[in-house]
DNA sequence: ATAGGGTTAG
């Protein structure tokens, strides 16, 4: 049948073809009124015309929806009935063969008298759009122009179009107006509330529209579970919900099994996760590509690739989701061999399967390929880099202090317009506060106009690791000044910060306050910050007392901070405390095997030392090796402890000896106390303590960089004591700054002197 | 005389 619509059934006089946009009045509807006055002549139209109907239900193109048009226009139907107007409309605004939503806009214009149906069909569409603010501008032309009220249809639509704009005052208006219209009964309007309330983050207010329901369809039971599905951490409730769903009677469907794995997925709960599973098999419900795909993204969030293998072979259809998905849980997981294959075996690389590898690498530690990959990206022809991509890209450079090729990135952005939104000003200043560029660091945070939490944080984090307390503090007070709440990441490095200063009243102050003043709960983190702050100034007992009474579980990271500044000041005794606390908790946890024998060995200890080095043997503990790095010319050398790898190996160990001669001659000994817990011969220690890795690095660059050039040193671990004396020699003889960032804070060597005041 | 809502990754 749609084949006889071409030529045209009814032979049309050429003066009507079809209408376009620009040959159409201008959006406006005092044209609608015109056309009426124009046209007093009403031709009697048969409404049960048996040939229209047909063709618009069965129309399936805009050039057959175009001379339907035109016939209609022609033969006066489009103006003297509504209802066929409103039919025709209807292809133009919805069908996906429409041409756009403002050529249905301007057909919309052109009718006399739209009806209700016509005006819920506008809003509807534009409520789906791109525009949905347009819904509320076309609902005060209907109750300006439309004879008759708006109905239980309008307001889902009217609704969806608040949910979209997240306009929270909005929704609650037109719910108001729903209730007044007695539409507040029709569960069409309710589930929509249901789903505004959620999605403008209010789950309360949308459990109160869900509990007050005279009856839920499952829809209802679906806007609920989705709504607590994507809010955090309420994936108990979910599953809650979802057995309250069931003992009703009512069937969940596919949509309801989408929430139920997405929450088992957030909170990586396997055992639910397969009894859903078991339930879509039991129930035959559908698995539409939607939810196969929520199933894979479960088993690959659980960690269970076979499983999730086995549901992606088994799809019938797949997307590129299911691709990207089953992609980034092989990398996730590290196997990168299989998730490269996946990457190579996809349909298309979109730019979500370039992000799952690139940041897939940078979180697992491997941010040397993650900026590989990024560079290869760019010259792909098929993907173009987005926020994310320079996010993880970002963040892969402030892991490696890489601050050139970061600030290369930042260029990047720059020359693309790139817009700067708050995650992208926080992976810049923490990339060049990282890479030990503390200025440019604040001249991105002061060029930010918006700031959220994690930007003012970033910035606080950045004046901590740099060992500037007070500015920190000062950013902190900023921060409130500008009306931001801090939360548990901003005190994290607020008392971070305090600890790398020095600064022990500031700290104890803030720690008390969190609760009490900003209403911010205590976490693990906060006591080992607070533990690390009064361990590392000597108050051992009041740090002791304070892990005593904490109403937490104090976890490793608390017995660590506690560790290390038994190594200061700490008894024997409340070392092997700490230490035996730490080692339960985490029995592979190397540094803690370093550290204790570290303490046996200053003690003079010498059985404490072997017997611990025989337990690692034992369990086949490692020593994790130092490692610096160093950026020269955009690219990231790097050295491990003694290492002979690099090409220009010979230059590095003559300048490793001439530095060595110069040092020694201006009275430096060498501090060998560091390194007695793994090595026992005497002169096998000293060449140790030239082979450091941060003193190979140093070497390279004194060697590769113009003189008086700063030396922007990383390294893995913490640095030493002979290094640390070796920095700020170098730092004077060679006329040098050295800035030297190891594990937790950075060290700027300047004329002899250490920016941490020794205090480390 | 026509009709509507809820969903997956990064």
């Known amino acids: 049948m749609a084949a006889t619509l071409s030529p045209p059934l009814v032979s049309a006089p050429p003066q009507s073809s079809p209408p376009t946009p620009e040959t159409l009045p201008s959006n406006n509807h005092r044209y609608r009124y015109r056309y009426r006055s124009e046209n007093q002549t009403r031709y009697t139209v048969d409404y049960t015309n048996p040939t229209i109907l047909p063709l618009i239900e069965r129309c399936s193109s805009t050039s057959q929806a175009k001379q339907i048009h035109a016939q209609m226009l022609r033969r006066r139907i489009f103006f003297d009935s509504s209802y066929y107007a409103s039919r025709l409309f209807t292809l133009y605004a919805l069908s996906d063969f429409s041409p756009s939503l403002d050529y249905a806009r301007k057909v919309f214009d052109q009718m006399p008298e739209p009806n209700v149906y016509s005006w819920n069909t506008l809003i509807r569409a534009y409520a789906s759009s791109s525009e949905p603010l347009q819904s509320f501008l076309v609902f005060l032309d209907m109750i300006q122009d439309c004879p008759d009220s708006p109905n239980k249809f309008t307001f889902p639509f009217l609704i969806k179009a608040a949910s979209e704009l997240a306009a929270k005052r909005v929704g609650m208006a037109v719910h108001g107006m729903a209730v007044k219209g007695s539409l507040d009964c029709d569960v069409f309007v309710l589930n929509a509330l249901i789903h505004f309330y959620a999605s403008c983050g209010d789950l309360v207010e949308g459990c109160k529209v869900f509990s007050k329901m005279p009856e839920r369809d499952v829809v209802s039971w679906n806007s609920m579970i989705n709504a607590l599905a994507q809010e955090g951490g309420s994936s108990e409730k979910v599953f809650r919900v979802f057995e309250g769903m069931l003992g009703e009677g009512v069937e969940p469907n596919d949509v309801t099994m989408v929430g139920v794995f997405s929450a088992c997925a957030k909170i990586r709960n396997l055992r639910y996760g397969r009894w859903f599973h078991s339930i879509v098999v039991k129930n035959g419900i559908e698995k539409s590509l939607i939810l196969n795909n929520a199933m894979l993204d479960m088993y690959t969030k659980c960690e269970c690739l076979c499983e999730a293998k086995r549901v992606f072979e088994n799809m019938g259809k797949k997307d590129i989701v299911s691709w990207t ?15 490269r294959i996946v990457f190579n075996a996809m349909p298309r690389q979109d730019i979500a399967a370039w992000n799952a590898l690139i940041s897939a690498y940078e979180q697992n530690g491997h941010a040397k390929e993650a900026l590989a990959l990024f560079h290869e990206l760019q010259v792909s022809k098929y993907a173009k880099p987005d926020e994310i991509t320079l996010v993880s890209s970002l963040s892969a450079c402030a892991q490696l202090g890489a601050a050139e090729s970061g600030s290369w990135i930042h260029v990047y952005m720059k020359k693309h317009g790139v817009k700067l939104n708050c995650h992208l000003m926080t992976s810049l200043i923490d990339m060049y506060a990282k890479g030990g560029y503390l200025d440019k660091a604040l001249e991105v945070f002061q060029s930010a106009e918006k700031k959220d939490v994690y930007v003012w944080s970033a910035m606080i984090a950045a004046f901590a690791m740099h060992g500037r307390g007070n500015d920190a503090i000062n950013i902190f007070k900023r921060m409130q000044e500008a009306k931001i709440k801090p939360n548990a990441v901003t005190f994290t490095n607020v008392l971070c910060a305090c600890s790398h200063a020095g ?8 720690f008390n306050q969190m609760l009490p003043k900003y209403g911010v709960v205590q976490q693990v983190k906060h006591y080992s910050c607070m533990v690390d702050i009064l361990g590392r100034s000597g108050l051992l007992e009041e740090a002791i007392e304070l892990i005593e009474n904490m109403p937490l579980v104090p976890g490793a990271s608390v017995w660590g901070a506690l560790l290390g500044s038994c190594r200061t000041y700490g008894t024997i005794g409340q070392a092997e405390h700490a230490f035996a606390h730490l080692i339960e908790m985490e029995p592979r946890n190397h540094g803690a095997y370093v550290l204790m024998s570290n303490i046996y060995a200053k003690f003079g200890m010498w059985d404490g030392v072997s017997r611990l080095r025989k337990l690692m043997k034992e369990f086949g503990i490692k020593k994790e090796p130092g490692c610096s790095s160093i950026e020269v010319d955009d690219t990231v050398h790097e050295f491990l402890v003694g290492d002979n790898s690099h090409s220009q190996c010979r230059e590095i160990y003559l300048k490793l000896y001439e530095i060595a001669e110069r040092l020694k001659s201006n009275g430096y000994v060498p501090n060998k106390s560091q390194l007695l817990q793994d090595i026992e011969e005497e002169n096998v220690k000293e060449q140790a303590l030239y082979s450091h890795s941060e003193k190979i690095a140093i ?7 113009a003189p008086s050039t700063p030396l922007r040193i990383m390294k893995n671990l913490r640095v030493c004591g002979d290094c640390h ?13 050295i800035i030297l960032r190891d594990r937790y804070r950075f060290h700027y060597f300047k004329e002899g002197q250490c920016s941490c005041m020794d205090y480390w």
Do not use: C, N, P, Q
Request: proline content about 0%; glycine content about 12%; hydrophobic content about 40%.
């Open 325 to 339: 998905t089953m992609l980034s849980g092989y990398a996730k997981m590290g196997e990168f061999d299989a998730a």
């Open 503 to 510: 600064l022990v009243e500031e700290g104890r102050f803030y």
């Open 699 to 705: 070497a390279f660059g004194l060697i590769k960089t």
């Open 725 to 737: 004396t070796v920095g700020k020699l170098i730092s004077k003889l060679y006329d040098r700054e």
